[in-house]
């Protein structure tokens, strides 16, 4: 039984390496124990069988895993989405591939998967020449073979469903002209209307999403869009990890559109407060604050982190300082303002900024010292990268510091520090400009 008609929950839907088994498991009791999910959509672009070699049955290793996973989602009142992705070598016109299209939709069916994803991200957007003979344009041949597999499906199974992605998902593929897409405008008109729609809001990663923008969308595509949101992916620079709440969405969006599927860090273990946020955001009526919801996840986050000495002050630091795409948490924001006082000016103008960035530094160290000691050592493997360059970061300017206190010669690193992302590149620009 699914707890409610709005879809909302998680998409595993990025490129580089799928979770696993044991973090797919952890996912569905954590979307099951909170209020707010109740969909999972099974997508990861490098599962060879979803797009690569989408045309191939999985073998019987897979598809017991796939098994277990369906199983597991049903029991926990969780709605499976199984999307296949056959853009990259379709051949819209040809029969084979349709009926190859339904045979392996039929392996899940025998699962007991009723809920698909047909997917055209991230492909070429030429007709080949035995195509164009058949259709007159691109958006003709993909809502030909979309409406067709879902017939297939109405007929298997009447509660079945299908979701589309287009190839256009996002406002700046429209060249920021959604009205005037012509692929857009022929796929509202040619889709069949029950068939679901997913859009990223104004561009891939949508810092925001205006609720303007998607009432115009859906006068073109004609229903009411499935967000599929990437504001906490990380796939495009996995240097990055972003650790902060639900966000740049007002809560009135969740009434014009027809479901939210977040699409997160690849860390699996760094997106308890993505996700737990996006369900605080489902559940809430009034008024959303995403910080209330950060501090209020990083609460039940603690728990997670394998070492009963952490505390709520250190995540909290941790959080800010991996916050969301462009944007830090309060703390992070401290750190760099310290370090740019510091830098711009004479030890004796530092006063309170050498204190937060002593503070900062001590607590830094403190929790990635007892990380090392987590029971949870997938965490520890999914932090690791991010933490470390911050503490080697740190380090840096504590020695430029020391040396400027001491007042001798010139400030020389032995090390040579990789160019960083993030916050980190921020610190870097102000303390490697010269
Ligand atoms: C994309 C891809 C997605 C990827 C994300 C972030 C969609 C529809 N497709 O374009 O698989 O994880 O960007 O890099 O978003």
Redesign the pocket.
């Known amino acids: 039984m699914l707890k409610s008609e709005f879809i909302c929950g998680t998409l595993e ?3 580089g390496h799928p979770w696993t088994t044991v973090q797919r498991l952890q996912l569905f009791t954590w979307m099951h124990d909170w209020d707010g999910m109740n969909t999972y959509m099974y ?1 990861p ?1 490098d599962d060879l069988y979803h797009r690569s070699k989408w045309r191939d049955l999985y073998p019987d290793g897979e598809l017991l895993d796939l098994k277990n996973l369906i199983q597991s989602c049903h029991e926990k009142g969780l709605k499976f989405i199984y999307a296949i992705a056959p853009g990259l070598d379709i051949s819209y016109s040809s029969e084979d591939d349709s009926s190859i299209l339904i045979k392996k939709i039929e392996q899940m069916q025998l699962l007991g998967c009723l809920h698909f994803a047909i ?1 055209f ?2 492909i070429q957007t030429e007709l080949s020449i035995e195509d164009q003979r058949v259709f007159s344009s691109f958006s003709q041949a993909q809502a030909n073979v979309t409406n067709h597999l879902f017939d297939a499906l109405k007929i298997s199974n009447y509660d079945s469903s299908l979701i589309f ?1 287009p190839t256009v ?1 996002c406002e700046r593929m429209a060249d920021y002209n959604v009205t005037g897409n012509d692929y857009l405008n022929e796929i509202g008109k040619l889709l069949n209307e029950e068939i679901g729609f ?1 859009w ?1 809001g104004p561009e ?2 949508s810092t925001e999403i205006s609720v303007e923008s998607i009432q115009e969308l859906r006068k073109v595509i004609k229903r009411k869009p499935i967000i ?1 949101d ?1 504001i906490h ?1 990380n ?2 620079d996995v240097r990055q990890i972003f650790f902060g709440p639900y966000a740049g969405r007002p809560l009135e969006l969740k009434y014009e559109v027809s479901g939210i599927l977040s ?1 997160p860090n690849c860390q699996f273990w760094a997106n308890f407060n993505p996700l737990r946020s996006l369900a605080m955001y489902n559940n809430e009526t009034v008024s959303w604050n995403p910080r209330q919801a950060f501090m209020d996840s990083t609460r039940e986050w603690l728990k997670y982190f394998g070492n009963d000495t952490v505390t709520e002050d250190e995540i909290v630091l941790l959080g800010d300082c991996f916050y969301l795409p462009g944007e830090m948490g309060d703390n992070g924001n401290r750190l760099v303002e310290s370090v740019e006082k510091i830098t711009n000016n004479e030890p004796n103008e530092w006063e309170k900024y050498l204190d937060n960035f002593i503070q900062f530094k001590s607590m830094l160290n403190s929790l990635c010292m007892k990380l090392i000691a987590t029971t949870n050592r997938d965490l520890l493997y999914d932090y690791f990268h991010p933490l470390w360059e911050l503490r080697e970061e740190a380090e840096y300017i504590s020695r430029w510091i020391d040396w400027k206190m001491s007042g001798k010669n010139k400030f020389k690193s032995p090390e040579f520090v990789p160019k960083r992302q993030g916050i980190l590149y921020k610190i870097q620009k102000i303390v490697h400009s010269d």
């Open positions: 839907g990025f490129y997508a672009k997917l991200d991230d992605c998902y997913f990223t891939v990663v599929w990437n992916a796939d495009y699409n």
